[in-house]
């Protein structure tokens, strides 16, 4: 049996999961519909947005923050984390510009989430 | 001296959105003054996602949501003088201002307060033990690792379960460092569960509930904390002490509006919230200051900070345009059984729009309950809640045809009643 929290709503019923007889899988403690929609997903396949930053060149502060343009499988979270560490963007960039296509083969795009001009650009 | 309009105190959501609010009400003659060299306030430093679900129906980061208000104020025109800090207000709307350029004397016919609020350090909390390097408010902590890119510690212990410290609890997580628990006062926690399913069970981080931090432990840099257990009246637990090795701790034990300048300006303050008492347009004790956003009463979710700061640019235009309006009732708005309190505390249905929205909080967490609105001892309103927490705002929607009936009422009470009795 495992247990989960749904997160639709503040009520945040407590979800048990368990398997019968005929390994159908039964899932419990929710209060409405979503509770169940959520826990399929939260076991079948579960995914995040990650948010983070990676450095930046020639702007006002030395950090981009970036996310994932969709949520990406749980698992592959560290891996992507990692794939951050060693990326240097240079300013300027838009918000929603793509900083790693296909991040380790997820389909999804890292993206910007914040303007930053070139310090150049903020002086001239 | 300068002369303007509209003075705005502040350039985060919440002074954006009142920009945004007076100038489409045709004030145009309006500066918003900014400490920090950008436009945005908290929210460039909150890049995790959540925001603006309400507001867009989407959720976007920090960043990402502040620079649609950012884009909205360039493209109006709005005038914003950045990397200037305000440093004193008079009753009579004169603000006195610093910038690398020198001093700012600017006469204001109307000043929306925006200055968002601070966390509650450390001081004000009374831990025994040493004080050594290593200890951090969480909002210190992001600033620190997604600004400018420095992880303060790595083995971390986090007192209070606000979601600033959920927040960072996966943050530091995900760079690399261990978070060994988060230890939390109450028997509850005040973060929403979708952070602490997401910052916290998904990374097996430990949620001691009924938990304290009893001791500091460190000659320099801090070496670990002693954690105890509480009992119903917050008292440690004699033999419930235990050590826990940690090279920071970061402290997310709420946040406090910033109010020094207003007290400056006259502006009576709400002891409960900290913020300043105002009536059904948000206007303050002084006339023709107003404030909202965080300044006024602390939120989680910055699409209802957007939604009161347009309110308030727009009366703050209002003002502008008839600065001295017929004589004024000014009906309180009390905060009865289970509400700990209200924004406004004070209306009058003479001036007010067709609807007016009554933010509140809760002191405690209540199940099954109603919410119910009173004119005087008449209920004119109800409505049923499954689960009412004090970290979730709450609102309710005041109606002008509501006070048809009752024309000579002298108080508006609002509660949060069990179920059983209602
Ligand atoms: C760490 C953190 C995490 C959060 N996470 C979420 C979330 O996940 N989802 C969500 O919806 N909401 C979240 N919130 C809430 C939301 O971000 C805030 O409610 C919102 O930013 C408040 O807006 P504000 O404009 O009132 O204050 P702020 O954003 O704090 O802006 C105030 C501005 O005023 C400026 N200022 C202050 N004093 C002066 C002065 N004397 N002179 C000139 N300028 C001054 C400051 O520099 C700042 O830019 C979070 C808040 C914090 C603190
Ligand atoms: S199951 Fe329904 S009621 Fe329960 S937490 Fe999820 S959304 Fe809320």
Known sequence: ?124 | MQTVDLAIIGGGPAGMAAAIGAHEQGIEDIVILERENALGGILNQCIHNGFGLHAFKEELTGPEYAERYIRKVTELGIPVKLGTMVLDITPDKEITAVNPKGMLHIRAKAIILAMGCRERPRGALNIPGTRPVGIYTAGTAQKFVNLNGYLPGREVVILGSGDIGLIMARRMTLEGAEVKAVVELMPYSTGLKRNIVQCLDDYDIPLLLSHTVTEIIGRHRIEGVKVSAVDENQMPVPGSEQFISCDTLLLSVGLLPENELSMAADVSLSPVTGGAVVNERLETTTPGIFACGNVLHVHDLVDFVSEESMLAGRNAARYLQNPEPASRREIPIRSGQGVRYTVPSFMDPDTMDEVLTIRFRVNNVYRNCYICLYFDADRVYRRKARILTPGEMESVVLKKEMFTEHKGVSSITITAEEATNA
Do not use: F, W
């Not at chain 1, 579960?46 to 969709?70: G, H, Y």
């Open chain 1, 1 to 124: 049996m495992k247990t989960l929290t749904c997160i639709n709503c503040p009520i945040g019923c407590l979800l048990t999961v368990s398997v019968d007889e005929h390994e159908n899988q039964c899932i419990k403690g929710n209060l409405c519909k979503r509770g169940i929609v959520y826990a399929k997903a939260e076991l079948t396949n579960p995914t995040r947005t990650v948010t983070s930053t990676v450095r930046l060149r020639n702007a006002a502060v030395s950090q981009l923050p970036v996310k994932t343009s969709s949520p990406i499988p749980k698992g592959t979270m560290r891996a992507c984390m990692l794939a951050l560490k060693y990326i240097e963007v240079s300013a300027p960039v838009a918000a929603g510009d793509v900083i790693i296509e296909n991040v380790c083969g997820t389909d999804t795009d890292i993206i910007a989430t914040r303007s930053m001009p070139a310090i150049t650009d903020l002086h001239a």
